[in-house]
């Protein structure tokens, strides 16, 4: 029997001492890393970066985060309006923002602009005091309103009477009830 280890068919043993292939040309500096090792290393650490910000991309196309929530939902601060008028600017655009109105003695309303809905934009008011109806002081309710019009014109379909609105909460409860008093 032949002493040469089978290394499988066609394959054959070098002898010993001898190397085919000169492995010089691919190391570099006093034979320590191959040249071409920094290379692919940045390569690498660069298309780690490109699959992060293809993903970061994908995220924030979607408009969803971890939790479901939508993110330009998420990324509108409510504006804290100072007057009329502000409230009047985010309710034609339908951006979160609140106003507390406060005519004096008589009655304080606090009213939020929530944001788009299906129709409209959705907005809540909240009654703060009311001196003439002090049972409305603290009831709320949530409507949807067509922002085409002004802010002033939507609500004030709500508080004409007959009362014929669609909104729901213990506010528009409240004012269904001063309806079927009339």
């Avoid at 068919?9 to 001492?17: F, K, L, V």
């Avoid at 320590?32 to 992060?52: E, Y």
């Avoid at 939508?70 to 009047?88: F, G, H, P």
């Amino acid at each position: 029997m032949d002493d040469t280890p089978q290394n499988g068919p066609g394959i054959q043993q070098e002898p010993a001492g001898e190397n085919k292939y000169d492995y010089q040309q691919y190391l570099g500096p006093d034979n320590g890393p191959p040249k071409n090792r920094r290379k692919f290393i940045i390569i690498g650490i660069a298309g780690v970066f490109i699959i992060l910000i293809i993903i970061l991309a994908a995220v924030l196309l979607t408009g969803k985060n971890k939790s479901g929530q939508d993110n330009q939902q998420q990324s509108r601060a409510t504006t804290m309006c100072q007057d009329k008028s502000c409230l009047e600017q985010n309710f034609a655009q339908c951006l979160p923002a609140e106003y507390t109105f406060n005519s004096g003695e008589v009655s304080k309303i606090k009213y939020r602009i929530i944001g788009p809905a299906d129709v409209g934009c959705t907005t809540e008011t909240e009654y703060l005091a009311n001196k003439y109806l002090p049972e409305l002081a603290g009831k709320k309710m949530t409507c949807d309103f067509d922002n085409t019009s002004s802010f002033s014109e939507a609500v004030g379909t709500v508080f004409l009477y007959p009362y014929d609105f669609n909104c729901q909460g213990d506010l528009a409860s409240a004012l269904s009830g001063l309806d079927n008093a009339q």
